[in-house]
């Protein structure tokens, strides 16, 4: 399996986004970068709109993504309720 | 009643899809007139999927939103004195670097979207196409707004626009932009979307902003990162034109292959830039130009051509090459620009005894071996008042136009030389790469417009070196030369209280 990648900027809102993908993403590494915050996992990551609302305590849009994203590697796979990553090797 | 909300997937429908309309009384091929002319073969438009269905209306008010943000940025940077919060004015450099050598591509990357979108005949394309047009230009206008305010503070900034067109190195970008602009509109794709954006974007806006915001740079880490939230969807983009190009038509894969070869080894080269950015530019260090190529291409761009191994696509041969090369690039390009600097319109300088301890520690098969030495005898030199410059002229790379400076793979204490004869003329090229590129298309390359010969014809101002440097509008003994002793450094000895 590949491995997959996101970065966010390093912010308030990601603080949560990050904490919603390793909530659901048991295996995913999270590296601290200046100003960046990447997280790694082998073939897939997942996040779901819902554990983000639970996390930052409101109501969030998947596509406010983009606000925060800086980067990411692989293929998409979004819908209202969650946004996917993936490998498929 | 209230309203039921769209979902993603029907939003998309209705303001991607639905946009577009049969052609009853018109030809559709002669509204298309570039589809099939590169040999692609499109057999159903439909089967075009916009990964992140992005549909306008959300388009303009993440935009809108990401906007608001960043100039705000702008603001406290400027009011709070952000260029004196650098770590270092030799940091400033890798900035002016930006503005003329990147910018302009963000431009030009702007043009060559506006003819591409209106070139395909799939709608979903088309507006995804389309997005990414208004995308180029504002990352051209964002840059160009984060760097006025260092322009009124340090040399070689307000001629960028001008210099783009003329100053030797830029014709590096330049042409590589041109090149892509003038192919066919699935090749712009590839070439833009996938090792512009892919390759390219990922290590420049990514490992190196962070390297911005490490040196305090706070402007331009902010653009990078917005430019680059853009960017995910670019590559995005960039994949997916790729897979429908291969799951379209069998015969799509060997015109897509070549595509993939050429324009991987094309980004790769404009990215020595990158390389002593990140590795001599940045003043405080935290990755290197190996580190993040290795990261941020052979892990990821790895991955992505195992994923297209299934269309039977493979690696291109020269990543081998790539591989060895990662070791001597940032080293080999800085030693180049040290020579030339009197011509360049940014500083150089050698670096300090701890970067040159950094640059051991990170390189140890080559830095100590081929590269210490040499830096040791130019500080020598410098400290004697014999600061070296290179007063001959480089021959140049006839398909990337950088100067003949890569070693060989196996030999680094020799320069690698390759040539080819066309129509009973000798063409020269940095690499086995950019030679197989001329190889494929002659035709177009024979045309490059080559700073080394436009100068020794005369077209660039005439006569000696001065004249060329007034015709680049470089502010000569301000803008160029060592960076010890220009008044860039005097100015940020003043401010820091040093002088």
């Known amino acids: ?89 | 009643m209230s309203p039921t909300k769209l979902n993603l997937k029907d939003k998309y429908k209705l303001l991607t899809r639905d946009l577009d309309w049969e052609f009853s009384y018109e030809d559709r091929q002669e509204a298309f007139p570039y589809e099939e002319f590169e040999g692609i073969k499109i057999t159903d438009w439909d089967k075009w999927e916009d990964p992140f269905r992005l549909t306008m209306d959300a388009y303009w008010k993440y935009q809108a939103e990401k906007e608001k943000k960043l100039y705000a940025i702008y603001d406290a940077f400027s009011q709070n004195n952000g260029h004196t919060n650098v770590t270092d004015a030799r940091y400033v450099n890798a900035i002016k670097l930006f503005l003329t050598g990147v910018s302009p591509g963000e431009h030009a990357a702007h043009l060559g979207f506006a003819f591409t979108g209106r070139q395909m005949g799939g709608i979903g394309a088309r507006v995804a196409a389309q997005m990414q047009s208004i995308d180029e230009l504002r990352h051209i206008q964002t840059q160009i707004h984060a760097m006025s305010h260092y322009n009124k503070f340090f040399d070689g900034f307000d001629e960028f626009n001008h210099m783009h067109d003329r100053v030797w190195y830029l014709s590096v970008p330049k042409s590589f932009f041109e090149d892509a602009r003038t192919a066919g509109p699935f090749e712009f794709m590839v070439a833009i979307g996938f090792s512009f954006e892919y390759v390219l974007t990922n290590l420049l806006f990514v490992p190196f902003m962070s390297g911005a915001a490490y040196n305090g740079d706070m402007a331009t880490v902010t653009f990078g990162f917005s430019a680059q939230s853009d960017e995910a969807r670019h590559m995005t983009l960039g994949l997916e034109i790729i897979k429908f190009l291969l799951e379209q038509h069998e015969d799509n894969v060997p015109i897509v292959q070549k595509w993939l070869d050429k324009w991987l080894w094309r980004g790769y080269r404009l990215l020595t830039l990158v390389a002593m950015m990140m590795d001599y530019m940045l003043p405080q260090k935290f990755m290197s130009w190996q580190e993040a190529w290795e990261l941020y291409f052979e892990d990821a761009g790895g991955a992505l051509f195992k994923d297209l191994e299934r269309y039977g696509i493979k690696m291109p041969d020269y990543t081998e090459t790539i591989k060895q090369e990662k070791e001597h690039l940032s080293h080999q390009a800085w030693w180049t620009f040290y020579q030339y600097t009197h011509a360049a319109a940014f500083h150089t300088w050698t670096p300090s005894s701890d970067e040159m301890d950094w640059l051991s520690e990170k390189y140890p098969n080559t830095f100590d071996k081929y590269y210490r030495p040499r830096w040791e005898l130019a500080a020598e030199m410098e400290a004697k008042g014999e600061r070296f410059y290179t007063t001959g002229l480089p021959q140049l790379c006839q398909t990337c136009q950088i100067p003949m400076m890569f070693t060989e793979v196996d030999d680094p204490s020799q320069v690698a030389y390759r040539e080819s004869v066309y129509n009973d003329e000798r063409f020269h090229f940095c690499s086995d790469p950019c030679k197989s590129i001329f190889d494929n298309e002659p035709e177009k390359y024979v045309h490059a417009w080559l700073p080394v010969h436009q100068i020794l014809q005369g077209n660039c101002g005439g006569g000696g070196l001065d004249k060329v440097i007034e015709y680049y509008h470089l502010d000569n003994g301000a803008a160029n030369l060592e960076f010890e002793g220009s008044p860039d450094a005097e100015r940020w000895k003043q401010w820091k209280g040093v002088a």
């Open chain 1, 1 to 89: 399996m590949s491995r997959v990648q996101i970065a966010f900027q390093d912010n308030d809102e990601s603080r949560y986004i990050v904490a919603a993908i390793e909530q659901d993403n048991p295996t995913a590494v999270v590296h601290y970068e200046p100003a960046m915050i990447r997280v790694e996992n082998e073939g897939s990551l997942t996040i779901n709109r819902e554990s983000v609302c639970e996390q930052i305590g409101m109501d969030w849009n998947v596509q406010s993504l983009h606000l925060n994203l800086i980067t990411l590697t692989g293929h998409i796979d979004e819908e209202d309720d969650y946004f996917k990553i993936m490998w498929n090797n």
